[in-house]
């Protein structure tokens, strides 16, 4: 969601956090701004809209200083508008930026107006700005102030704060929502993803819950959540900075549909041995856990719980291991009755998602003794958190609508299941067929990227549409869902899912001629009850589109065009047959002219409930 930038050097560091703030975009905003502390002045800038509209405006009245704060805001508290973008100032003496939400914003508002603050925005982050400026005037001191306000606030928070007077000092802090340091020579920055720092530097610290961080151009000094100094270590990043760059792609979006069969073999690199998979690629204790464990828990939101419902099917299909899943926001607020000895797995690309979070801490609390993350973001706070962690390697994903993020946790999950189900009922023979089925993804991949044109061709369909429908049956009523999902992300067209056999519960009375029907059909055990459901809407003149195994294509009927699939099995068949739905929303987005990369009202990361 909201970005956060800032930095403290001995150049000018405008064009820092304006690059900065260009490469953290992808995570959804409304607004930006910046400000910088000059010979004892703080000078800021804000815009409505995107971070072109600020760099203009600084371009045209520029602004300079060693050391500056800069974000991209994501409305929560108060609608989007300059008054309300970050960073919030307090008597022109503190300037604040914050990702998060302050629970006790309402509490802490009244007092300070009564101590005579004046508030100029609808934010829950003014309260913190003004806190911070009424403890200086008790401390003298930025560093302790920031300690006494964060000890009173309620809530989420990444923080980056500077001081006019203190000119030599940036002040970042977190709790709930992740910030990274970036480490240079002679300067330090701070940021909500490593992503904003790459070309400034390639050594990062992430700092853990709770800590505070004082910075100055030669010294780093963190404390940590009991007012302790804490040395937390330096990692050096492998990305680099054209490793966010569109390159020869339109889209962000489209890059990395086509980056698929690179990001799977990533996925899969290194953790068989003649193809075996080992148990260790989860954690050095895996194969302890995997011993001990009866029952698995997934907890997971959007796109990843789709992910996690692909699971289900595998896990008690394949492996005969009892599986629920349940959307994490949902999870931590119906008290749920959830056994000792269950495997709680969470998936989350960016390993931040505030509820799935939430959601693993309170399975925690209810007496779980083991975790495992699936995520494509090392030190996040769900890795740390997490017992056993297996990373997706995908890369950095910045189209907001999800895709190699997507089929690399479906990779992993089917391989935690081979690792799990190994203990119940997949046989070793089951296992090596899995595996074999594994490593051919990424060629099948290709040659589902190779409809790409008669895709293109096909979305022309849906130029004047404004619903649509999505069908599928076993492990593919979920691959429906999220072709529905990205459709609805990226093109804002109603989209919805439903399992084929639903059709004659309800669905069936929407169809007729411009309600295209988009249908999964592999070569499996249902696909003949799901061709009575494709008649079914031909019947009523439904205009149907049908992903279908090329061995079985064949119709005659007018109302139905088939899209001829590579043959593949029915375990990875789910993963090949997200490619094409992928591409039939980004196609269509295309022709409705949307920002394809930054949906409206989306944001990349939900660091927020």
């Not at 020579?185 to 400034?200: K, R």
């Not at 289900?312 to 005969?320: H, Q």
């Not at 056994?339 to 998936?347: A, C, K, R």
């Not at 693993?360 to 090392?378: Q, T």
């Amino acid at each position: 969601m909201c970005g956060i930038v800032a930095g403290i050097a001995q150049r000018n560091v405008v064009p820092i956090l304006i690059e900065g703030l260009k490469r953290l975009e992808y995570r959804g905003y409304d607004s930006a701004g910046l400000a910088v502390i000059n010979q004892g002045e703080i000078f800021r800038k804000r815009e409505l809209g995107k971070v072109k509209g600020l760099e203009a405006l600084i371009a045209s009245d520029p602004i300079e200083g060693n050391l500056g704060i800069a974000h991209t805001r994501w409305a929560t508290h108060g609608k989007p508008s300059t008054a309300n973008a970050h960073p919030h100032v307090s008597r022109d003496k503190v300037a604040v930026v914050h990702n998060g939400i302050i629970e006790n914003h309402d509490q802490l508002r009244t007092a300070l107006k009564q101590n005579g603050f004046v508030f100029t925005s609808e934010t829950d982050t003014e309260v913190i700005v003004h806190k911070i400026a009424e403890e200086l005037q008790r401390t003298g001191n930025l560093l302790s102030a920031v300690k006494n306000t964060v000890a009173v606030l309620q809530g989420a928070y990444a923080l980056g704060v500077v001081h006019s007077e203190q000119p030599d000092t940036l002040i970042a802090c977190r709790k709930g929502s992740p910030l990274v340091i970036g480490v240079g020579i002679g300067e330090y920055f701070i940021a909500s993803d490593i992503a904003a720092l790459l070309p400034v530097t390639q050594r990062f610290i992430f700092l853990e819950e709770g800590d505070v961080a004082q910075l100055k151009i030669d010294s780093l000094v963190i404390y940590d959540k009991n007012d302790k100094i804490v040395e937390r270590p330096i990692t050096e990043s492998q990305l680099k900075p054209d490793s966010v760059d569109k390159g020869k792609y339109r889209h962000y979006m489209l890059k990395e549909i086509y980056e698929q069969p690179w990001a799977v073999s990533e996925t899969l690199e290194g953790r068989f041995i003649d193809k075996r998979l080992q148990d260790t690629a989860f954690g050095h204790n895996a194969p302890e856990v995997f011993d001990q464990i009866k029952s698995v828990q997934i907890l997971a939101c959007g796109t990843s719980y789709h992910a996690g419902l692909v699971a289900r099917y595998w896990f008690e299909k394949l492996a005969r291991v009892p599986c629920a899943i349940e959307v994490a926001s949902e999870f931590r607020y119906r008290n749920p009755v959830i056994s000792p000895d269950t495997l709680v797995v969470t998936i989350s690309q960016s390993g931040e998602t505030a509820d799935t979070l939430a959601a693993l801490l309170e399975a925690k609390r209810l007496g779980v003794k083991h975790s495992l993350v699936i995520c494509n973001a090392p030190e996040s706070s769900l890795v740390r958190e997490s017992e056993l962690v297996l990373m997706t390697r995908a890369g950095p994903e910045i189209g907001v609508a999800s895709t190699k993020a997507f089929t690399t946790q479906l990779v992993a999950l089917l391989m935690l299941v081979i690792a799990v189900g190994r203990r119940f009922a997949l046989t070793q023979e089951m296992e090596e067929t899995i595996v074999s089925e594994l490593f051919t993804l990424p060629g099948n991949i290709e040659k589902a990227l190779r409809l790409d044109g008669e895709i293109e061709t096909l979305s022309q369909r849906f130029a004047d549409k404004h619903n649509a429908l999505f069908l599928g049956r076993g492990t593919h009523y979920p691959i429906a869902m999220e072709g529905a999902l990205k459709l609805k992300e990226i093109s804002y067209i109603h989209a919805e899912a439903y399992p084929a056999g639903e059709l004659k519960h309800g669905p069936l009375a929407l169809i007729d001629a411009e309600m295209p029907v988009v249908t999964v059909a592999p070569n499996n055990n249902l696909l003949e009850k799901l061709r009575s459901n494709i008649q079914e809407v031909s019947a009523r003149g439904g205009q149907l589109i049908v992903f279908m195994d090329e061995a079985l294509a064949e119709s005659e009927d007018e109302n139905v065009q088939i899209v001829k699939m590579p043959s593949v099995s029915n375990v990875i068949s789910p993963i090949v047959y997200t490619i094409p739905l992928q591409l039939l929303s980004y196609h269509v987005a295309v022709l409705k002219g949307t920002d394809v990369d930054q949906p409206r009202n989306l944001a990349k990361s939900v660091t927020v409930e």
